[in-house]
């Protein structure tokens, strides 16, 4: 297997492992932390609590994201 397959593997290995954390979610985002702090207490987030610190799977993530993508639906006349 060339050198590239193996990086290109180890890579989607490594972002499927990859847990986000609240200030990483809030720059992907580009809300305040206490917006994404808040989205991840009433549970708008697919996050967990890690000794009191939330978390969220760079997987699930990605997964909640192109379902608010989804649930966007176009208006007519730009309304």
């Known amino acids: 297997m060339p050198l590239s ?18 200030k990483d979610i809030a720059a992907i985002l580009n809300l305040a932390e206490k917006t994404v702090y808040s989205m991840a207490q009433d549970g708008e987030l697919p996050a967990f609590k890690v000794r009191g610190q939330w978390r969220i799977r760079r997987v699930d993530f990605d ?3 192109a379902i608010q993508a989804q649930a966007v639906t176009p208006t007519k006349g730009g309304k």
């Open 63 to 65: 997964k909640w994201m």
């Open 5 to 22: 397959a193996v990086t290109a593997a180890w890579d989607v290995h490594m972002n499927a492992d990859q847990v986000l954390t609240i």
